[in-house]
């Protein structure tokens, strides 16, 4: 690992993208901090879902941004595939669209990060973090 333990720690732990300013590098990397999580847990559909506070353009945007772009291709590929926006929404709406849009054909493995492309988002994320030592070593 090239960051230390505590400001990784800390990043995974106490950065949401809320606390972040729009558009900013810490926001970006907050949101691929949530996307690794959740689409770690639960496949990218389930991102989607549980993301409902987040416009869906704002995540690939985030994940290019911070250097996944094996993750941000993979992820507009299922978006791509359900064929509408996703746009920052209330978390029933957001439900609602997932549930008519998600292509019943939608394969496993489509719905979940390559190991490539996890790792590439893993890095990007210690980079980052490694970048922004001093900042995520004090939160907390």
Same mark, same amino acid.
């Given at each position: 690992?090239?960051?230390?333990?505590?400001?990784?720690?800390?990043?995974?732990?106490?950065?949401?993208?809320?606390?972040?300013?729009?558009?900013?590098?810490?926001?970006?990397?907050?949101?691929?901090?949530?996307?690794?999580?959740?689409?770690?847990?639960?496949? %990218?559909?389930?991102?989607? #879902?549980?993301?409902?506070?987040?416009?869906?353009? /704002?995540? &690939? @945007? !985030?994940?290019?941004?911070?250097?996944?772009?094996?993750?941000?291709?993979?992820?507009?590929?299922?978006?791509?595939?359900?064929?509408?926006?996703?746009?920052?929404?209330?978390?029933?709406?957001?439900?609602?669209?997932?549930?008519?849009?998600?292509?019943?054909? %939608?394969?496993?493995?489509? #719905?979940?990060?390559?190991?490539?492309?996890?790792? /590439?988002? &893993? @890095? !990007?994320?210690?980079?980052?973090?490694?970048?922004?030592?001093?900042?995520?070593?004090?939160?907390?």
């Amino acid at each position: 690992m090239i960051c230390s333990d505590q400001a990784w720690n800390n990043f995974v732990m106490l950065s949401e993208p809320e606390h972040h300013e729009w558009g900013s590098p810490r926001r970006a990397a907050a949101i691929a901090s949530l996307f690794n999580a959740i689409s770690g847990n639960g496949g %990218l559909v389930h991102f989607l #879902d549980f993301s409902h506070h987040l416009d869906a353009e /704002e995540v &690939l @945007a !985030a994940l290019g941004g911070i250097g996944a772009g094996k993750a941000q291709r993979q992820l507009e590929h299922v978006i791509e595939r359900m064929g509408c926006a996703l746009p920052v929404m209330d978390e029933k709406e957001r439900e609602d669209i997932i549930s008519r849009c998600c292509p019943e054909d %939608l394969e496993a493995y489509e #719905d979940c990060l390559t190991e490539v492309a996890e790792r /590439e988002l &893993l @890095a !990007a994320m210690e980079a980052h973090v490694a970048a922004h030592e001093a900042y995520y070593a004090g939160l907390g």
